[in-house]
């Protein structure tokens, strides 16, 4: 069996904000609260070949609407090695790929964790799907 060809070296959260919303008022049977805004990024590390950074950033009701029990601001950085027989697209798009389930997982679970102890209970976000960006 071949080896996957890219490798995390390393996950690390920069900056980790969860306020329980004041005067929280559960929404109306039915009716849907919309997602988090995700957005991703990765680059190469310049004098480090082969080595990529990803950051995830995983914002949620900022403004602390009353129908969200929590306002969520998180962000989350992988450092990945690829193997060198990938060609620079070919390694770009599969560190993206790989960085959104992992980081977008560590972001879930630790979501999940620390508003488990906040007073409404554990608040456990939706899946992410990474679509491509236009530009």
Same mark, same amino acid.
């Given at each position: ?45 310049? &004098? ?34 690829? &193997? &060198?027989?990938?060609?620079? &697209? ?46």
């Amino acid at each position: 069996m071949d080896k996957h060809p890219i490798a995390l070296k390393n996950v690390f959260f920069t900056k980790t904000i969860v306020i329980a919303t004041p005067n929280y008022q559960p929404p109306e049977a039915g009716k849907v609260l919309s997602g988090p805004q995700n957005n991703i990024k990765s680059e190469p590390i310049k &004098d480090s070949p082969g080595h990529y950074i990803a950051t995830m950033q995983t914002k949620i009701n900022l403004e602390q609407e009353v129908a969200y029990p929590y306002s969520i601001d998180i962000e989350c950085v992988g450092i990945f090695v690829v &193997d &060198d027989t990938l060609v620079e &697209d070919e390694a770009y798009r599969a560190v993206m790929i790989t960085a959104h389930s992992v980081l977008y997982g560590a972001i879930r679970e630790t979501v999940a964790w620390i508003t488990g102890r906040h007073p409404y209970g554990p608040f456990v976000l939706g899946l992410s799907v990474i679509q491509p960006t236009k530009g």
